[in-house]
């Protein structure tokens, strides 16, 4: 008997019985008189079990303010294994957002994590330790936009935001009004998907980009159903949503291949092995820059056979590379 089944089992003599004896609980459990002490000790100090000795009965019952009442143990219980894992997807979820929402709701589950455990906080701490979480070109977002729009995108709240747009011209500044549908974390960065009042349509707006974020009372929210999201935003490359999209060809090198072959580029993606060893990919996209960028990664070990505006950018970008190359050689 683990001792998850001994705390329900000490938990339901005691409900049953009112007042059961030492000696009875070691019989029904089959434990020592040093694990048996363990086992209430922890019951009554980490579990709020009010477990009481009653001298005068020579037995446990429960304390006078729960009698006739019924105490419950907590109703979720974990493994050691499970409480690890737990603990990991703590730590994972929290380095998303090291100063905003999540952190700041997490840590109360950690606390009771740690409780569960029973090695007390230096075992968890130590765990967390040994598990690194490696993010690049992390964009940190102001945690008072972060907490803003995931309360509105839960409490389904209109938002007025103040948004930069980047690109060329420095970067645009625009004020508008969004019914936010969803959050997506992309790459190490946090986007709101949302219907743009002004503009009429779904739109994704990189939270970093907000300079600010103010929830409104009243005013009707536009929520659309998750399946056309996806369809009007799920369907290009990478984080660029909206339109039609096109199907890149893609031919990788034999060396290259094992690699590539074993990475899903997009869900509707189509692949195969050439006789030659090569691994054919072809995935669709809508907009040419993320996957330009991820192309890049693979310079001289990919070729793009189609369509034929892709190819054209991806050798732009080679030839400029090389001409920036020179450039510092020369200088």
């Known amino acids: 008997m683990d001792r998850t089944e001994r705390f329900y ?23 020592s008189p040093a694990t048996l002490k363990r086992d209430l000790q922890y019951l009554r100090e980490r579990m709020d079990a009010p477990i009481e000795y009653d001298a005068s009965e020579n037995g446990y019952r429960f304390g006078q303010q729960w009698r006739g009442q019924r105490h ?9 294994k499970e409480l690890h894992a737990l603990l ?30 029973g090695g007390g906080e230096h075992q968890a701490q130590e765990m967390t330790r040994r598990i690194k979480l490696i993010s690049t070109a992390r964009r940190r977002v102001a945690s008072e936009h972060f907490e803003t729009v995931g309360s509105a995108v839960v409490k389904r709240q209109r938002l007025r935001i103040r948004y930069r747009k980047r690109g060329q011209g420095g970067g645009a500044i625009s ?10 974390h992309y790459r190490n960065t ?20 907000m300079e600010e974020a103010q929830a409104l009372e009243g005013g009707g929210v536009e929520t659309l ?22 199907w890149a060809t ?38 040419a820059t993320e996957l330009l960028m991820d192309l890049l ?11 034929e505006s892709l190819k054209e950018a991806y050798a732009q970008r080679l030839r400029s590379a090389v001409a920036a190359l020179d450039k510092a050689k020369a200088s």
């Not at 929290?94 to 409780?115: F, T, V, Y």
């Not at 369907?235 to 999209?245: E, K, L, R, V």
């Not at 990664?297 to 369509?307: D, F």
Request: hydrophobic content about 45%; glycine content about 6%; overall charge negative.
């Open 9 to 31: 089992k000490i938990e339901m003599l005691i409900r049953s019985r009112g007042c059961v004896s030492f000696a009875e609980l070691m019989a029904a459990l089959e434990v």
């Open 72 to 80: 419950e143990l907590p109703g979720v219980w974990f493994s050691e």
């Open 88 to 117: 990991t997807m703590h730590q994972l979820m929290a380095s998303l957002d090291e100063n905003g929402l999540l952190n700041r709701h997490l840590q109360p589950m950690l606390d009771k994590l740690i409780g569960m455990l």
């Open 175 to 184: 004020e508008r009004e969004v019914s936010p549908q969803r959050l997506v």
């Open 190 to 209: 946090w986007y709101l998907d949302a219907w743009c009042h002004a503009s009429e349509g779904m739109r994704r707006f990189a939270l970093d980009a």
């Open 225 to 246: 159903p998750l399946r056309q999201l996806e369809e009007e935003l799920d369907q290009g490359y990478g984080i660029f949503a909206g339109g039609d999209p096109q």
């Open 250 to 287: 893609l031919v990788f090198s034999e060396s290259a291949a094992p690699w590539v072959a074993s990475e899903e580029w997009h869900p509707s993606q189509r692949s195969e092995w050439l006789p030659d060893g090569r691994w054919q990919l072809e995935i669709p996209f809508v907009d």
């Open 297 to 307: 990664r693979h310079a001289g070990q990919v070729e793009v056979l189609s369509p």
